[in-house]
């Protein structure tokens, strides 16, 4: 796919891996609309990167009324979507059972539907427009959805039940929506990462933030999100790339604790 004027939504796109892949498809000629919360965020990558290239659309990717507008939203200022890019998501700390009682139930759920349901909500719709493209090149493509799981997905820690959970869900996807969508010419593939450098780390003991650089095989040190961003840009412009899940980890296999 030639990114060039071609249009991505970017779920979780004003901070963190979302923003430096909405920075990395504006610079290969892109339009992007940012799904987020975070209206202030948004503005700051939209003074960044330009009006002209950027959108912002306040969306919970949990709530289909929300994700409907958004999409709607995108239609009416770009006139299509060729790209979904899901990176929206939470994390919490809980065991499955500990000294204050059994995992409570509302926050296992939280975590479940913004990061397995969200991603699969605005994966729908965004197909549903992507279905309506005129192919793009001589194979018929019409468009690529790009899901972000986890390292986690493989190797939860303890306290990691929930979030483990939802980013295995969102592997476990993966393939079957390729097969899915595969006859409207629409990929599907999914981000694994590992540990990316984002603002939680900055607040981190410099003794943790070095333990956890050192767990790493190589290269010894966090991501980038940059590097999340250029593979982004590979999955979609390389049409050939489909129904896979892709780790960026370093070659790090998480341990129990």
């Known amino acids: 796919m030639d990114l060039t004027g071609k249009v991505a939504i970017v779920t979780g796109g004003a901070s963190g891996l979302g923003r430096a892949t909405v920075e990395a498809y504006v610079a290969k000629g892109a339009k992007v609309a940012i799904f987020d ?4 965020n948004g503005n700051e990558v939209i003074a960044q990167q330009g009006a002209d290239n950027v959108a912002f659309f306040s969306v919970n990717v949990a709530d289909e009324e929300s994700v409907k ?7 009416a200022a770009f006139g299509a979507i060729h790209i979904c890019n899901n990176f929206a998501g939470i ?11 059994p995992f409570p139930l509302d926050q296992y759920m939280q975590v479940i539907n913004i990061n ?8 729908r719709f965004a197909a549903e427009q992507m279905a309506k493209n005129d192919p793009i090149n001589d194979d018929g ?10 390292i986690a997905a493989y190797e939860g820690q303890v306290g990691q039940l929930a979030y483990s959970a939802s980013k295995g869900g969102i592997v476990g ?6 097969r899915d969508l595969a006859s409207y010419g629409i990929r599907v593939n999914t981000i694994v990462p ?16 070095k ?43 998480m341990q129990p604790r």
């Open 69 to 75: 507008a958004g999409i709607d939203g995108v239609i």
């Open 141 to 150: 493509g019409r468009g690529v959805i790009i899901n972000t799981a986890s």
């Open 37 to 40: 919360l975070n209206e202030a």
């Open 91 to 101: 994390g919490n700390a809980c065991k499955t059972l500990s000294k204050k009682g």
């Open 173 to 178: 996807m993966t393939l079957p929506m390729a």
């Open 194 to 209: 590992g540990l990316i450098h984002t603002p939680l780390f900055e607040s981190m003991p410099e003794n943790v933030y």
């Open 116 to 123: 397995l349901v969200g991603t699969f909500n605005v994966s």
């Open 211 to 253: 333990s956890l650089e050192s767990s790493v095989c190589y290269p010894q040190r966090l991501g980038k999100p940059g590097e999340i961003g250029h593979l982004s840009v590979f999955i979609a412009e390389n049409d050939y790339v489909n129904g896979e899940c892709i780790r960026l980890d370093g070659a790090i296999r």
